[in-house]
């Protein structure tokens, strides 16, 4: 059965794609959320060297740069949900169709070092399946490879640009 018209296969997947590409970011970003949690909460109860870590000065950065990453994360995301949200708007449309698959990237690829740095936080047991750590770990590698991995979101919003050059204009 045909979902739209003939020949306009591509254009329709890409649409329900686009959406799944988002909920790979969303996704990722929800799991680097959870890993800076368990850090953080490790980092506020485990001492060492005679202070609780987070109060140990590169602790304290290191957990404040997570939380910043995640910080503008979640900023970038909310402004492309809105720009999915208002799809009936072109300059809103070219927006999302642009930034999906950016968001997708940079965010998926972030994801895997980031729960790593969180499982170091922990030490040892951070490793341990005692941890649920080790299984956000093995969790991560799948948004960034499912619906199209890094070198295909690249590409994708190459295409963006050779094709709908006004996307330009919101960069």
Known sequence: W??????DGVRQILRMGGLTRFDCALGSHALMRRAFSVALYHALQRQAFGKNLVEQP???Q????MALRLEGQTAFLFRLARA????????????ARLFTPAAKFAICKAGIPFVA????????????EESELPRLY???PVNSIWEGS???????VMRV??????????L
């Open 62 to 65: 290191l957990l404040g740069q």
């Open 117 to 128: 740095e969180a499982m170091e936080v922990l030490g040892g047991i951070g490793y341990c």
């Open 84 to 95: 999915w949200d208002r799809r009936d708007d072109a300059r809103e449309s070219a927006w």
């Open 138 to 140: 093995r969790e991560m």
């Open 58 to 60: 590169m602790m304290r």
């Open 161 to 170: 640009l050779s094709k709908q050059p006004a996307a330009m204009e919101p």
């Open 2 to 7: 045909l979902v739209g018209d003939e020949g």
């Open 150 to 156: 890094g070198n295909i979101m690249c590409l994708d």
